[in-house]
Structures are given as structure tokens and as C-alpha cells.
């Protein structure tokens, strides 16, 4: 078995290393040097506080009592770990997770037993379990205990360890003095004791916990039939959709403006709540909905605006659950905060929907796990508290914040992934995370009622939809009416507005009524043929349109068959008047087409006066508009971690996972030579020999008297070092920026600065570790 962590890291095999790097993808990213540098990094606090941080409360109790009774030098196992937890009965399972820590190097095996990761006291704190430090020597011999004492060691027993002495002169000092005089307390200075940990797990009975806590919990709630959670599903579904389709709409006739540091106004929001007929929390949601899903978004004008894209041209044209399963897609995967909208940051600043300041890169993590609690009791609706319970359990160290949780639970309701509070039918495939949009779109169809594409119009000007209108017939209807009221069956009320609305969308007052008609098993009644003829008449009296520029002519002959040439259909002509044509495009470029084309031209200012060259504005394309790419996630795949694995084998000579290796680093140095033209070694070629024979196999990137420069390398040395108490030849940039070798014996190892002692000048020096150019392990 291997006899430091370093060499067990070494020995491990490809598989191991593969599934080392799985379950701690930031030790690939950047990838290693070598093996040294891998265990180094898997023992550095940065790395194990990432990972301690994912851990549930049951892996994180096997490793406080593993720190508990390990500490000291003593390994154990896991039936003793079990013991000490309070589940004797439960060394298998114990025994199982320290196999998902060991593959996690969180712990490692020596001959004796497991043993765990260095670095891990200091992530987990100096007082496992809440048990205090170890005592050096031997325990004192049984003593009687004075009066008083007893209460004393009971509050100290489960932690924390540290009590404050008391006043001099009082019962319970004399108390106090008279345990720690029997070695039961130690005094850390002149106000604090510490109850030693021999003693608290004597007062324990030998137990490092009061109850085990290895099984996830599994809250109590409120039983929800999947027919009724799917029912409010398939209704939140629809409405969210139907919202969704109305911003664009909305949105696509008059875009909001963006705000100077990015988002959406509050006036804005304001105006598309009472457009949506909700409350600004959801409008909000319906607008960072439709932006994460690429439908809306910034045009990049000046002044910038919000405006539908191209895909949402193609969403529209999708049925319900279509459209759905593309939002509910867009969800699971956006890093948004929406239920942040209306609060402020640090400075004091209101934030917005669609600002910047909404980006969370753990959302996505953190809306997977409240999902699958979910999806752990099917057909039971959980609430936040609840939610929060299991949460809680299985990642102690990175609790979300209540608000977090109630958002996203409030986004699922709100997409129709869950109902009632439970998980529906479609909700389950998107907890899975396995589902594709199209196996998504078709577990929502199977809950939705079916579709109905008639309106039944009434003479009051109102139309009755029974059913759920196809998407045709929505849209029409959002076009051409208002909904007066929802339910089993939608109520739809005409008027001069909304049949304004209609025209301004293309049709004509005769396309409108015969599409209704079409629609409607009645005919069109006659008090809706006269409201939609009347508001044609005169939607049609007067015309506005746009023209970026013109081209004017004394002659008509000279723009004779121009607005009908194929070859100038991009120029989007129009004629006005038999001298003047308008165009779809700046001048500079109406210009400099008509030059290609044989047409002699000349640009003129608004008073007709001529104009030198003009720059050309840039054109964005509608296609431009469209989303800009989200930074993606940074995570290793499998060949990328098998990469890393060949590197660290070619980069450690003789390594091949069977731990015999013994090939010497690449560059290092013959014996008795110094490279880089250094002081002289101060260990003779025999006594790196003897080392050798005692230590074993030197070790990856580092073999023994030869040093590293190699930081990762070093770093594993200074570590090592620290843990065998053992001494060290540093090579350090001095204060002059010359190098300086001293034999250090290292103290203390964290925040980027090394505190050694000098046995040579009976000195402690802090050195930080950015200055320390090369490691030498000495005997």
C-alpha cells in the first residue's frame, strides 16, 4: 500500500484517475503537469471546499468522525466509523461511502486503513464532530471529580469544545482549575479551556455524533393525484404560452426601449403586466421566458430597443406544445434570476428584467436538484419549507437562500411543470433531464384537452371559443379580438381597437371576415360586418408609411421602369409621383446601386443642395437580433479527462497505474550536479542512494534529491513535508532577486504563504509561495 497520498494518487490506474476527474472536474481544468501536481491540487483547500461543498450530511459525518478517529496518525475503518456514528448496523453503507470518497481522493488507504485526505481538517475545521483537539502524551490517570465539574464537561461534551473560564474567586472557577489540574481541560490561553478529544469521546460513550444522519429525509406533504397535477399543468402550460405569444405580438408593434445600463424600464413593465393581465413579478418572468428562449431580444440600434427575432417567427408557427417544450427547454438551461426583478443590488440600484445583474452561473445546478427532490415523491406536492429540508440534507455547506427556492418553485408552477405542487406527467421527463423536446411536446399533448378551431360569434359583438383554440385560430383571435374572460371556454369581445389592431397587421377588412367567417359555424353577424367594414374604410382613407431615402428626377422618363427592374428589387423602390421614387435603403447606398445600373446620380441634402460622399450606415439583419450566445458552462467531457490522463502519464517516466514505477523526472538533474548553475546539493549521490533504499521508488516529477521546480510538485513536497514533520531544502527569490537555499522545516501551509523554521538559525520565516523557485525533499 502506498505510504503518503502523493504516492497513493501515483499508483492509482486510468480507470481511477477517470473517475477522479469526473467526480472533481476542476482538478483537469488546467490540466496538471504531473501526478505530484494532481495530488497536490486534490489536497489544496481551494479544491476539497469545491468539492466538500456538493457532499450530503451523511458523507459529511463519515469524514468528521474519519478526521475524529483518525487523527493523530491512526487510520480506521469502516466499521469503526460506523460505531462511532451511532450505526453499527450500517457498516456496509458506511463502508459505500467512503468507496464514493475514496474515488473522490477525499480519503486514501494505507496498509492499515483508511485514512483522510491532507488538507481535509483544515476545509472541515479543527474540531470534527465538535470534538476538541488531540491530547499530547499520555491521558491522565482516573481522577475523582471535584464539585461542579460534572455540568461543566456536559456542556463541553457535543461541542463546540471551547469554554470560557470563569470569574476568579467563584465555585465554578474552582472547578474549572480543579479539571484542568486532572487533566481533563487544557488551557488554550488565560480565558478559554479546551475539553481534549479523548475525553469529549469518553463523555460521548465513544460517538463522534448524537444520530446518525445517512439517509436522505423524506418530508411529508400533500398527496396530489397525477390527474389533477397534470390538469393545472396543462393550464399554466397554455397560459404561459399564450403570454408569450402576446409579448412578441406586443412587442413587434411597439418595442420597449432599453435602458442605458441594460434592461427593461419600469414603466415598460408596468405596461406589458397590464398587457399580460398579471402582476409584474410573472411579466417579469414572461420577459426573461421569452428572452432566454432567443424570441425576444436587443436590436443593437441607437437608441436600442427590444424586438422579437427571427425564431420567434418560427416559434409562432409551432402548435401549444411546440411552443412549450421550446420554453420549458429554455428554462432548464438559463442562468437567469427573475425573482430578483425589483430588488437591489449593492449599490442601491433597482434591478430590471433583462439586466445583466440577473446572470447566475448556479441556478442551473440549483433548479436540477429542486426538480429532483420533486421527482423523489412523485404525487406529492412540496412546499419550500419541505423542499428546503431535503436541500438542506444533501449539501449542508451550500444552502441556497429561501428566495432562490421559492422562485423557482414559483417558475415551475408557472410553466406548467408542476401542478398543485407536484410534478406532472411532462414535468417528470423535464426533471430527468433525459427527454427531448419532441418526447416533452408529446407528453404535454397527452394532457392538454383538445383542440377546437371555431368561434361561435354573437351579435353583441362578442365571439365564444369552446375549447382550446388551435394556434391558428389564437392568433387571429389575439389579432382581432380582446378576452373578456377564460375558462372551459374563452369569451372574446370585437371593437374598433382590436379591429385596428387586425388591419395593422396586413389584412384588409374583407380578408378579416372572410377568415372569420370560416371560423364561425354562424354567419358573421351583422353589427360585426358593420364595425370591421367601418374601420376599414377609414384605417384606409389615410396612409403612413417609411422611406430611409428617394431619387427625384426632372424627367420622368429617366426613372421609367425602375421600380419594376428585378435587378433593383433590393432597394425596396416605391413610386410617389412620376418624378420621385422612395427607398427601402440609406442613400449612400440607393446611390451607388443606381451608379452600377448605368444611372448617372447625385446626393442632396433635405434642401436639395448637393453632398459630398456620404458614409454608409451598417444594416443589421433581423437575423442579428437574435440571442447572443450564453458563456458556456466549463466542464470537462470524457475524452477530454482521458486526454489529461495520457499527458500526466507521458509526463511521469515509468508511471503506468501499477505503482512500480521508478523513471526519473523529465529534465531533472544527474547526481551531484545542480541545474541552472545553483549552489552545490548539499545531500551527497550515497546519501540520495540511502534515501532511496529507505523511502521506495522516487516518486513523479520529483525524484528523491533532486528536487522540483516544477510548482505543482513543490507544492506536494512542502505538504508532504509538513504532515512527516520532515525537512526541506527551499530555493527562494531573496529580497534582492537573487536565489537563496535554505533548509526549512515547514510549519504551516495556507493562503499562499509558507511558515517555515530554520533549524540552522533557530529562526520562523514566512515565505509566500509565488517566491519559492525549487523544492528539495532531504532525509
Known amino acids: 500500500m502506498a505510504g503518503s497520498f502523493t504516492e497513493w494518487v501515483r499508483n492509482r490506474s486510468d480507470d481511477e484517475l477517470l473517475e477522479l476527474l469526473a467526480a472533481r472536474p476542476d482538478l483537469g481544468t488546467p490540466a496538471p503537469s504531473t501526478l505530484r501536481s494532481l495530488a497536490a491540487r486534490a489536497a489544496s483547500r481551494t479544491s476539497l471546499d469545491r468539492a466538500l461543498s456538493h457532499l450530503d450530511a451523511g458523507t459529511l459525518q463519515v469524514l468528521e468522525s474519519l478526521l475524529a478517529l483518525s487523527d493523530g496518525g491512526t487510520p480506521a475503518r469502516p466499521e469503526q466509523v460506523a460505531a462511532a456514528i451511532g450505526a453499527p448496523e450500517a457498516g456496509a453503507a458506511v463502508g459505500h461511502v467512503l468507496d464514493d470518497a475514496r474515488r473522490a481522493a477525499l480519503v486514501w488507504d494505507d496498509a492499515d486503513g483508511v485514512r483522510p485526505t491532507p488538507g481535509l481538517e483544515d476545509v472541515l475545521g479543527p474540531y470534527p464532530a465538535g470534538l476538541g483537539p488531540v491530547r499530547e502524551g499520555d491521558?491522565?490517570?482516573?481522577?475523582?471529580?471535584?464539585?461542579?465539574?460534572?455540568?461543566?464537561?456536559?456542556?463541553?461534551?457535543?461541542?463546540?469544545?471551547?469554554?470560557?473560564?470563569?470569574?476568579?474567586?467563584?465555585?465554578?472557577?474552582?472547578?474549572?482549575?480543579?479539571?484542568?489540574?486532572?487533566?481533563?481541560?487544557?488551557?488554550?490561553?488565560?480565558?478559554?479551556?479546551?475539553?481534549?478529544?479523548?475525553?469529549?469521546?469518553?463523555?460521548?460513550?465513544?460517538?463522534?455524533?448524537?444520530?446518525?444522519?445517512?439517509?436522505?429525509?423524506?418530508?411529508?406533504?400533500?398527496?396530489?393525484?397525477?390527474?389533477?397535477?397534470?390538469?393545472?399543468?396543462a393550464t399554466a402550460a397554455l397560459e404561459i404560452v399564450r403570454q408569450v405569444a402576446r409579448l412578441i405580438t406586443s412587442w413587434d408593434d411597439a418595442p420597449p426601449s432599453v435602458l442605458r445600463a441594460g434592461g427593461l424600464g419600469v414603466r415598460d413593465v408596468r405596461r406589458t403586466a397590464l398587457l399580460l393581465d398579471t402582476d409584474e413579478p410573472t411579466a417579469a418572468f414572461v420577459v426573461e421566458l421569452a428572452a432566454s428562449a432567443g424570441l425576444v431580444a436587443d436590436d443593437g440600434e441607437a437608441p436600442a430597443s427590444y424586438v422579437p427575432t427571427v425564431r420567434a417567427d418560427v416559434w409562432e408557427e409551432a402548435d401549444d406544445a411546440d411552443r412549450w417544450a421550446e420554453l420549458v427547454a429554455a428554462w432548464t438551461s438559463s442562468r437567469r434570476t427573475p425573482w430578483q426583478v425589483g430588488s437591489r443590488d449593492e449599490k442601491g440600484t433597482l434591478r430590471a428584467p433583462l439586466s445583466p445583474d440577473l446572470h447566475r452561473p448556479w441556478v442551473v445546478r440549483l433548479r436540477a436538484a429542486v426538480l429532483d427532490v420533486l421527482a423523489a415523491q412523485p404525487g406529492t406536492a412540496l412546499g419550500p419549507d419541505e423542499v428546503m429540508t431535503v436541500l438542506r440534507w444533501r449539501s449542508p455547506r451550500a444552502v441556497p437562500s429561501e428566495a432562490a427556492l421559492v422562485g423557482l418553485l414559483r417558475e415551475a408552477a408557472l410553466l406548467g411543470v408542476t401542478g398543485a405542487g407536484a410534478l406532472s406527467s411532462p414535468g417528470h421527463l423535464v426533471a430527468a433531464g433525459d427527454g427531448t423536446r419532441a418526447t416533452i411536446a408529446a407528453a404535454l399533448r397527452q394532457v392538454l384537452p383538445a383542440e377546437v378551431d371555431e368561434v361561435l360569434l354573437q351579435g353583441d359583438l362578442t365571439g365564444i371559443v369552446p375549447g382550446r383554440p388551435s394556434p391558428g385560430l389564437s392568433r387571429l383571435?389575439?389579432?382581432?379580438?380582446?378576452?373578456?374572460?377564460?375558462?372551459?371556454?374563452?369569451?372574446?369581445?370585437?371593437?374598433?381597437?382590436?379591429?385596428?389592431?387586425?388591419?395593422?397587421?396586413?389584412?384588409?377588412?374583407?380578408?378579416?371576415?372572410?377568415?372569420?367567417?370560416?371560423?364561425?359555424?354562424?354567419?358573421?353577424?351583422?353589427?360585426?360586418?358593420?364595425?370591421?367594414?367601418?374601420?376599414?374604410?377609414?384605417?384606409?382613407?389615410?396612409?403612413?408609411?417609411?422611406?430611409?431615402?428617394?431619387?427625384?428626377?426632372?424627367?420622368?422618363?429617366?426613372?421609367?421602369?425602375?421600380?419594376?427592374?428585378?435587378?433593383?428589387?433590393?432597394?425596396?423602390?416605391?413610386?410617389?409621383?412620376?418624378?420621385?421614387?422612395?427607398?427601402?435603403?440609406?442613400?449612400?447606398?440607393?446611390?451607388?446601386?443606381?451608379?452600377?445600373?448605368?444611372?448617372?446620380?447625385?446626393?442632396?441634402?433635405?434642401?436639395?443642395?448637393?453632398?459630398?460622399?456620404?458614409?454608409?450606415?451598417?444594416?443589421?439583419?433581423?437575423?442579428?437580433?437574435?440571442?447572443?450566445?450564453?458563456?458556456?458552462?466549463?466542464?470537462?467531457?470524457?475524452?477530454?479527462?482521458?486526454?489529461?490522463?495520457?499527458?500526466?502519464?507521458?509526463?511521469?517516466?515509468?508511471?503506468?497505474?501499477?505503482?512500480?514505477?521508478?523513471?526519473?523526472?523529465?529534465?531533472?538533474?544527474?547526481?551531484?550536479?545542480?541545474?541552472?548553475?545553483?549552489?552545490?546539493?548539499?545531500?551527497?549521490?550515497?546519501?540520495?542512494?540511502?534515501?532511496?533504499?529507505?523511502?521506495?521508488?522516487?516518486?513523479?516529477?520529483?525524484?528523491?534529491?533532486?528536487?522540483?521546480?516544477?510548482?505543482?510538485?513543490?507544492?506536494?513536497?512542502?505538504?508532504?513535508?509538513?504532515?512527516?514533520?520532515?525537512?526541506?531544502?527551499?530555493?527562494?527569490?531573496?529580497?534582492?532577486?537573487?536565489?537563496?537555499?535554505?533548509?526549512?522545516?515547514?510549519?504551516?501551509?495556507?493562503?499562499?504563504?509558507?511558515?517555515?523554521?530554520?533549524?540552522?538559525?533557530?529562526?520562523?520565516?514566512?515565505?509566500?509561495?509565488?517566491?519559492?523557485?525549487?523544492?528539495?525533499?532531504?532525509?
Open 477 to 779: 383571435l389575439d389579432q382581432s379580438a380582446d378576452i373578456e374572460s377564460r375558462g372551459a371556454a374563452t369569451t372574446v369581445r370585437f371593437s374598433t381597437g382590436s379591429v385596428t389592431r387586425a388591419l395593422d397587421h396586413g389584412r384588409t377588412g374583407e380578408e378579416l371576415l372572410a377568415e372569420l367567417a370560416g371560423r364561425s359555424p354562424v354567419p358573421v353577424p351583422q353589427p360585426l360586418e358593420y364595425l370591421v367594414k367601418d374601420t376599414a374604410r377609414r384605417h384606409e382613407a389615410v396612409r403612413v408609411g417609411s422611406a430611409t431615402s428617394y431619387v427625384r428626377a426632372a424627367d420622368p422618363t429617366a426613372l421609367a421602369g425602375l421600380a419594376e427592374d428585378p435587378r433593383l428589387a433590393g432597394l425596396g423602390l416605391l413610386p410617389l409621383a412620376p418624378t420621385v421614387l422612395a427607398s427601402s435603403v440609406p442613400a449612400a447606398e440607393l446611390h451607388d446601386t443606381l451608379r452600377r445600373h448605368g444611372l448617372l446620380s447625385g446626393l442632396e441634402g433635405p434642401d436639395g443642395r448637393p453632398l459630398g460622399h456620404v458614409r454608409r450606415t451598417v444594416r443589421l439583419d433581423r437575423a442579428a437580433w437574435s440571442r447572443r450566445p450564453a458563456t458556456p458552462v466549463r466542464d470537462t467531457s470524457a475524452d477530454a479527462r482521458a486526454a489529461v490522463i495520457a499527458h500526466l502519464r507521458r509526463a511521469t517516466p515509468g508511471s503506468d497505474g501499477s505503482g512500480t514505477g521508478t523513471g526519473a523526472p523529465l529534465g531533472a538533474a544527474e547526481p551531484g550536479t545542480v541545474p541552472d548553475g545553483g549552489t552545490p546539493d548539499r545531500a551527497s549521490a550515497a546519501d540520495r542512494a540511502s534515501a532511496a533504499d529507505r523511502d521506495g521508488p522516487p516518486l513523479a516529477g520529483a525524484a528523491v534529491g533532486h528536487g522540483t521546480s516544477e510548482p505543482g510538485d513543490a507544492l506536494a513536497l512542502l505538504h508532504d513535508a509538513l504532515r512527516d514533520g520532515r525537512t526541506v531544502l527551499v530555493e527562494m527569490v531573496g529580497g534582492s532577486g537573487t536565489l537563496v537555499r535554505r533548509e526549512l522545516k515547514p510549519m504551516r501551509l495556507e493562503g499562499g504563504r509558507l511558515r517555515a523554521l530554520d533549524p540552522v538559525r533557530e529562526a520562523e520565516l514566512t515565505v509566500a509561495v509565488h517566491r519559492i523557485a525549487s523544492v528539495e525533499p532531504l532525509d
Open 139 to 233: 491521558p491522565p490517570p482516573p481522577a475523582e471529580l471535584p464539585p461542579g465539574a460534572q455540568p461543566i464537561l456536559d456542556a463541553l461534551a457535543w461541542g463546540p469544545p471551547v469554554g470560557v473560564v470563569p470569574a476568579p474567586g467563584t465555585g465554578p472557577r474552582r472547578a474549572v482549575d480543579a479539571l484542568v489540574e486532572a487533566g481533563l481541560l487544557i488551557r488554550s490561553d488565560a480565558r478559554h479551556v479546551l475539553l481534549p478529544r479523548d475525553v469529549g469521546l469518553s463523555l460521548r460513550a465513544g460517538r463522534t455524533h448524537r444520530t446518525p444522519d445517512l439517509d436522505p429525509p423524506r418530508p411529508e406533504g400533500r398527496t396530489v393525484p397525477t390527474a389533477g397535477a397534470d390538469a393545472e399543468a
